[in-house]
């Protein structure tokens, strides 16, 4: 018996799963976002709470003792904690945009490119750079009184076991050298955070270990985005994840480490020297869908019906899905960026702005993707592909299949993680099999394609780097993939 814990944004799950990688049970908790004015934070001690009951809810049902635990969760923001790991002050979550002064700063100063070129990271106001910032310059005394800045899984691992770390893939954004597994002195100094470097957990690499209250062994990380390429089973060169979830993440398996090109996205260092996952993870996935669902009064049971309905292309309605208030960090990084509609008239309907959005996300996916080097399988997980209709729309713009992965892919990833840390075999092909495939309709794939040039068009023309689209470039009626208009 395995399990496995994820500690996310809004919710907190623990996992059974048997040795052939069957889920067996699972338990959730939902955590609470305090957002106001820009500001996003969390109450560790109730993300911590959620954590312990939902694991001892799940431990106290399974018939069987418990082999082995793995630990995943959220990634990016601080986590500032004392010598206990007790909080120092409530966490700042990777949502919160407060830091976006010091972000614009170094956009035009060259410190962001010049940290992008020697981490590979590209910083946004939600990763510690921007947030240790802020804090030295607005909560000194909360840096003094902290004796580790921490990432989420961090935070709940020194609580379970007294182990102080973080690993390689959390500490890539933004302080790690990709080339030697270190943090770099350059990196903080650049960021004004040299005096500050106390405050940086042990990396440990690899990943932790240690043992849980009830003497079941367990081992720290890799966080989130990286657990769950574990658990779809990316890790050969070429092969990427999609995450449809709160945000949207692209990642793509790669042995080679490339810092020229536009700031964008990161890369994220693998329990594999000489391999990371060039990550792309926009601001806003599912996040943005719910915002229309709430705006338009619609259940998110009816999307599937809504999506149906309605002809690709959506009645001419197109949304640019940047609704994120601290703006957007891949495959670029913007924090004035905003989303936008057009095309809306007294005639457009609720369906008409559920199904531009979801084509809206579709486009950021494939714009993210292509720029992560996408070029062999893609895995989808996530929330999103609950939606059937969803998932066919999303194979439709990005024009290729989509291998389905459900369940709690994460905490899936956890548990891979932990076992090859504790030299535990298992079958790693049973525990990554694809619940389904999806494959896109040729002729929608072909209108979609055109559909993708104009969304890059308008996205230029709102970052102020390209002109307005065309008329050549924009779906029309007799370009649609059923020859009609809506």
């Keep these: 018996m395995y399990v496995g814990i994820d500690v996310g944004t809004s919710m907190v799950k623990a996992a059974a799963f048997d040795a052939g990688g069957r889920a067996l049970a699972v338990e959730s908790r939902p955590v609470r976002l305090d957002i106001r004015g820009g500001h996003v934070e969390q109450d560790m001690e109730e993300l911590y709470g959620a ?6 809810t799940l431990t106290a049902a399974l018939p069987e003792p418990v082999e082995l635990a793995g630990l995943t969760g959220q990634g990016d923001g601080v986590w ?3 010598a206990e790991g007790r909080p120092v002050r409530p966490a700042i979550s990777w949502m919160d945009g407060r830091a976006h002064e010091f972000v614009d700063a170094w956009l035009a100063s060259g410190v962001f490119e010049s940290v992008f070129r020697r981490s590979g990271s590209a910083m946004f106001p939600g990763c510690p750079g921007p947030v240790l910032a802020w804090l030295d310059r607005h909560e000194p005394a909360a840096l003094d009184a902290a004796t580790t800045a921490l990432y989420c899984k961090d935070m709940v691992f020194q609580r379970l076991t007294g182990v102080r770390a973080t690993d390689v893939s959390d500490a890539s954004m933004p302080f790690l050298d990709p080339r030697t597994r270190a943090y770099s002195p350059d990196v903080l100094a650049e960021l004004g955070l040299a005096h500050r470097a106390r405050l940086l957990a042990p990396v440990s690499d690899p990943v932790a270990i240690g043992e849980l209250p009830s003497g079941v062994r367990i081992a720290n990380g890799p966080y989130d985005l990286p657990a769950c390429a574990l658990g779809a089973g990316v890790t050969e060169p070429g092969d990427g994840l999609l995450i449809i979830g709160t945000c949207l993440a692209s990642l793509v398996a790669t042995d080679t480490l490339d810092l020229d090109g536009e700031p964008g996205g990161l890369h994220i260092s693998t329990d594999r020297p000489g391999h990371w996952l060039r990550a792309m993870p926009a601001m806003v996935g599912t996040a943005a869908l719910d915002w229309v669902l709430t705006t338009t009064g619609t259940d998110v049971t009816e999307v599937d019906s809504l999506l149906d309905a309605v002809e690709p292309g959506a009645g001419g309605v197109r949304v640019l899905p940047y609704f994120a208030p601290s703006g957007e960090r891949a495959p670029f990084v913007d924090p004035a960026l905003r989303a936008e509609l057009t095309g809306v008239s007294l005639e457009s309907t609720a369906a008409d702005l559920i199904r531009a959005t979801c084509e809206g996300i579709a486009y950021a996916a494939r714009h993210c993707l292509e720029a992560a080097g996408l070029t062999g399988s893609l895995a989808v997980c996530g929330g999103g592909t609950r939606s059937p209709a969803w998932m066919r729309l999303f194979a439709d713009v990005l ?16 548990v891979l993680a932990s076992a090859a840390r504790h030299g535990v075999p298992l079958d790693v092909a049973a525990w990554t099999t694809p619940t389904s495939v999806v494959d896109p309709d040729p002729e929608r ?7 993708y040039e104009d969304h890059l068009a308008r996205l230029g023309a709102a970052r102020g780097a390209a002109p307005a689209p065309t008329a050549s470039t924009a779906p029309t009626a007799s370009n649609h993939p059923t020859g009609k208009s809506k």
């Design 399 to 414: 024009g290729r299949p989509l291998r389905i992965v459900e369940g709690e892919v994460g905490a899936r990833g956890a």
């Design 80 to 82: 500032l904690v004392d």
């Design 51 to 56: 954590v312990a009951d939902a694991l001892g």
């Design 445 to 451: 794939a072909a209108f979609y394609a055109k559909g």
